[in-house]
């Protein structure tokens, strides 16, 4: 995986045109927070470690909101190296015929990575936890609020793990494999509210993501495929479970 050279303003590159795009202490603080998030909606069990917010709606805004906080932070540490987003987001934004393209390989990876999971949650016998069906969206308020949330995540999720993250590990390590790897353990870990077993689950997702977005030179199709994945479980699983 770390042998391809590839364009140094990519999503995606060989480690040896790698560089870091904010200092370290942004990153380690951004671990933190996202760690910190993690044991904190175990605590609460759900999306948003707040307890005061009560019902769907107040959870699905609480976690939006953090999202996009965490997401201007690395903005932020991107401008003190006076780095701009794409170099997270990599150059293959342009046209329809690319757009196109970008979904239909987000449907396959859909496909692949659904079949490779429910093949390891087979093994793992591993069980959807209650905190994930108690935030499944129900009626079309709801619906509305989960379509954002599922898209808020597409965006800053992508752009947090397989951008920041997978670039800053890649850079630091002097290889792509490890920032892969550990870019996934985060993600996992990421998700406290789920479980052991789902976040190891959601680790093998996170380093397929990291390897699409190596691939693609772009989080473009990982978006995508982020999408679709959230929003589809929430509404097949919210109506299954009326």
């Known amino acids: 995986m770390n042998e391809e050279p590839v364009s140094t303003s990519g999503a995606a590159q060989s480690p040896s045109s790698l560089t870091t795009v904010a200092p370290a202490w942004h990153t380690i603080v951004v671990v933190l927070i996202m760690l910190t998030i993690s044991a904190l909606s175990y605590y609460s069990q759900g999306l948003a470690p707040v307890r005061g917010a009560r019902g769907h709606i107040a959870n699905y805004i609480a976690a939006i909101v953090m999202e996009w906080v965490v997401f201007g932070f690395i903005w932020f540490g991107l401008r003190l190296r006076k780095q701009h987003l794409r170099v997270l987001l990599g150059e293959r934004w342009g046209g329809g015929k690319a757009i196109f393209r970008d979904i239909l390989i987000a449907i396959a990876f859909l496909i692949i990575a659904n079949l490779v999971l429910s ?58 494999t490890a920032g892969v790897v550990l870019q996934g353990i985060i993600f996992g870990a990421s998700h406290g509210y789920q479980g052991a077993k789902f976040m190891f689950i959601i680790f093998v997702y996170g380093v397929m993501f990291g390897i699409l977005a190596f691939w693609r030179r772009s989080l473009r199709p990982g978006m995508f495929s982020h999408f679709m994945q959230d929003f589809g479980a929430g509404l097949i699983g919210g109506h299954y479970l009326k």
């Open 119 to 176: 093949a390891i949650g087979h093994l793992l016998k591993a069980a959807p936890p209650a905190a994930v069906k108690n935030l499944l969206p129900h009626g079309k308020r709801e619906i509305v609020v989960y379509f954002l949330l599922t898209i808020t995540a597409g965006i800053c999720e992508e752009t947090i793990f397989r951008g920041y993250f997978q670039r800053q590990f890649s850079a630091w390590f002097k290889s792509v």
